[in-house]
């Protein structure tokens, strides 16, 4: 048989799994690649030697957890924030600030981050929702003041005869209870307490008085009012209103003239104080008057709201009357017993919000200790309002709003992510608050749509899609509205590739929109996962990174209309983890930096003290020299002068690609010996590398001139040695020199039925 030509144009398929590597029946097999160990597949195809990463800093702590978080300062500019065990520190295009930030904050892999201009909201469950600040003259972190908090009856509360009695109506209380209802950890908490107020009634009865004007009592209105005047009289009757009974002023005027009277009623949209003021308007028709007037507020329910301050027993708690935007602007009602009365939702006891965001103009929270499934809104343009307003018995559309995604198993909300509609993550399954019109507290119903659940990594929102790592964390899914369903549903994204997360747990993610869309995984063994993805044009390409150490988070930063990603990547050094901050830069054209956590310099030294005892290559303008031990001191020193020196650890990039597949005459090329005679490698900007039939015994590819990148194509025979003609022929591609390697096809001649016959089995 004629030897056959079988190009491999793209590798858009990426990386796929030893299961999936018969698949030759598969379209997306013609792409497919058996490794793609440090390369990235670029979107229009192409696979490439990744770039190196470059020595930022040193974590406060080694021995400790931290997490980096991107805080954007404008569209395209952002701070890296290092969030470690009690600290934030403030990077800024890779140099550290020198701003520490205290936070009490011992678990950072736990905190939940969501930024509104500049300012970042950050929930731990643990302590109040606290916000950092980016201020003209500097940073700082505050707890996030809430001025009406959400009340939760069902909180604490056994029966309705459980009843607590006020001390005081202000200032600093006790709240005696009939039934142990305090806990230790409340303190800090709040407690709301209702009164049923009775109706009350001020009066004034004049005979023939013309000495001069009448004042009244005041007389505290909660809502509705009633005003009424008898008898026959010259007087006219002024209605004044106070917010602190202090500084009034005039409301409604009645003037009567003989037998003329008045009743009128009224309701109030806020507490207030009444009282009227009388005075005879003609003296000569006055002395002969008869007025009696009745100023009455109606019952109502006054509610007042305490911050508890101690817990003296199961019975009996301290704290002070406050006064908040809607709720307690006048204290307490009364000090009799009621059995009205609520808990805050948020203290030590019943924990804090792990999750927030922001949607429809409202701040929500989600998800405490005591209630892992529960969703709270913000009143409407008011974040920090949780209270909730009656308007004739119905709650105004402003009012905060509660929800509880509550089925047979109780999920824990894990993640919130807002679009058009409000996509909420549980570890159970999914839900959907709609978007199509404003959220008010009698028209938010939220849906389940799969039930697949999702791991704490961080979810990335990519075009209409929600990519998220399952509960398992071990698959990767897409979520977005399918029409066909009418809900949301995705597709397993790993179905490919699931030996690169099989038996494992992904624990962070980032996504670099630009230049090339790819998401990144770091996999809980160290390992970074990258997956090129586009959806319009069909590419789901997986491959993997792997350093000399262990990658433990990664972020991305905004950079010149690009996106760079950081890591914080462990390693040991002379026999001691350290944990570094080490820079991607993005992937261009003029990169030269192909070797890890390189520093870079000019002259006949380089210092590297972050990698001292460590060998590294060294690539002085361009060359290659040999490579160095790392002194203790950090400083290599160099036989010449050169003016860019690039230093770094090596690293170890490997292509192989799956045994050819093509339609023959007499049906499959699988199982027939076969024998590679040549292979054309179409390259860009390349340098180096080796190629073989596996990667123990590979020939080193030829260029013409030494040192300098090569773009065009590279034809070489494939070194057989002991493989001979087989029926897999897997062809391998290795590079380790500090040099671009940018692989766009790869050409076979291949020769069918000849050759040494050998068992091969990859």
């Not at 300062?73 to 140099?95: F, H, M, P």
């Not at 824990?412 to 570890?427: A, E, G, K, Y």
Request: glycine content about 8%; proline content about 3%; charged content about 20%.
């Amino acid at each position: 048989m004629a030897n056959i030509y079988m190009l491999q144009a793209a590798f858009t398929t990426g990386e796929i799994s030893p299961a999936v590597g018969n698949r030759v029946d598969l379209d997306k097999y013609k792409s497919a690649l058996l490794d793609a160990e440090n390369t990235v597949i670029r979107p229009y195809g192409g696979c490439y030697r990744r770039q190196g990463s470059k020595y930022i800093g040193e974590l406060k702590y080694s021995d400790k957890d931290a997490v980096l978080v991107n805080f954007y300062d404008t569209e395209n500019s952002a701070y890296l924030l290092e969030v470690g065990v009690q600290y934030i520190r403030i990077w800024k295009d890779g140099v550290y600030t020198g701003t520490e930030l205290a936070t009490p904050y011992t678990h950072p892999k736990q905190l939940q981050f969501t930024q509104s201009a500049d300012v970042m909201f950050i929930c731990s469950g643990t302590y109040p929702v606290k916000q950092l600040r980016h201020l003209q003259n500097g940073w700082d972190i505050i707890d996030f003041s809430i001025d009406d908090q959400y009340y939760d009856l069902l909180l604490e509360k056994n029966s309705s005869e459980n009843k607590i009695r006020p001390s005081g109506t202000s200032g600093n209380i006790t709240i005696t209870s009939n039934q142990a209802i305090f806990q230790s950890g409340m303190e800090g908490g709040y407690i709301k307490i209702s009164h049923d107020m009775p109706s009350q009634t001020i009066s004034w009865e004049c005979k023939g008085d013309t000495s001069g004007s009448t004042t009244s009592a005041s007389i505290f209105v909660g809502e509705k009012w009633k005003f009424v005047t008898h008898g026959t009289h010259h007087y006219k009757v002024v209605i004044q209103k106070s917010t602190d009974n202090v500084t009034w002023h005039d409301f409604r005027t009645y003037t009567s003239n003989d037998d003329t009277n008045y009743t009128e009623s009224g309701a109030e949209t806020e507490p207030c104080y009444m009282r009227f003021v009388a005075q005879a308007w003609n003296d000569d028709e006055a002395s002969n008057s008869h007025v009696t007037v009745d100023l009455t507020r109606l019952s109502y329910v006054h509610t007042g709201c305490v911050k508890i301050t101690g817990i003296t027993s199961a019975t009996v708690a301290t704290g002070t009357v406050v006064a908040g935007v809607t709720i307690g602007k006048h204290g307490i009602g009364s000090t009799e017993s009621t059995a009205d009365y609520a808990f805050s939702s948020w203290s030590n006891y019943f924990g804090y919000p792990t999750q927030a965001c922001f949607f429809q103009d409202r701040l929500c929270f989600a998800a405490t200790a005591r209630q892992p499934y529960s969703v709270w809104m913000s009143r409407t343009g008011d974040y920090g309002n949780f209270s909730v307003e009656k308007a004739d018995g119905t709650l105004t559309d402003d009012s905060a709003v509660k929800l509880d995604l509550i089925v047979r198993n109780a999920y824990q909300i894990r993640h919130m992510i807002p679009s058009n509609d409000l996509v909420i993550l549980t570890s159970g399954n999914e839900w959907v608050i709609s978007g199509d019109s404003a959220i008010t507290p009698s028209k938010v119903f939220p849906k389940a749509q799969t039930m697949r659940g999702s791991s704490t990594c961080l979810p990335q929102h990519i075009g209409n899609r929600i990519i998220h790592v399952q509960r398992s964390g071990s698959t990767v899914r897409d979520l977005g509205y399918q029409y066909e369903s009418d809900n949301y549903n995705g597709d397993e994204l790993d179905i490919l590739a699931t030996h690169l997360v099989k038996d494992h747990r992904l624990i962070s993610s980032a996504y670099c929109q630009e230049p090339d869309s790819t998401l990144f995984f770091v996999r809980d063994d160290g390992v970074l996962l990258a997956f090129s993805i586009i959806r319009e044009q069909q590419v789901f390409a997986w491959s993997h990174f792997i350093t000399d150490g262990k990658y433990k988070w990664v972020c991305t930063i905004p950079a010149d209309e690009n996106d760079e990603l950081y890591a914080i990547v462990e390693r040991t050094i002379n026999g001691t983890a350290k944990r570094y901050i080490e820079r991607f830069k993005a992937m261009r054209d003029d990169t030269d930096e192909y070797v890890d956590s390189y520093a870079t310099g000019s002259g006949n030294s380089i210092s590297l003290p972050h990698l001292a005892g460590k060998t590294v290559a060294v690539v002085g303008d361009g060359i290659q020299q040999r490579d160095e031990v790392v002194p203790e001191n950090g400083v290599i020193q160099l036989q010449e002068t050169y003016v860019r020196i690039i230093a770094g650890l090596p690293y170890t990039t490997k292509i192989e690609q799956p045994g050819a597949e093509i339609s023959l005459q007499e049906g499959t090329l699988q199982a027939r010996v076969n024998k590679i005679n040549a292979v054309t490698l179409r390259v860009e900007n390349t340098y180096g590398g080796r190629l073989g039939l596996n990667f123990k015994k590979m020939d080193e590819l030829k260029y013409d001139e030494e040192y300098k990148l090569f773009t065009g194509d590279i034809v070489q025979s494939v070194p057989l040695y002991d493989v001979g003609a087989n029926t897999r022929n897997h062809l391998c591609i290795m590079s380790n020199e500090p040099y671009p390697f940018r692989l766009n096809a790869i050409i076979k001649e291949v020769s069918v039925d000849g050759g040494m016959v050998k068992s091969y089995t990859g």
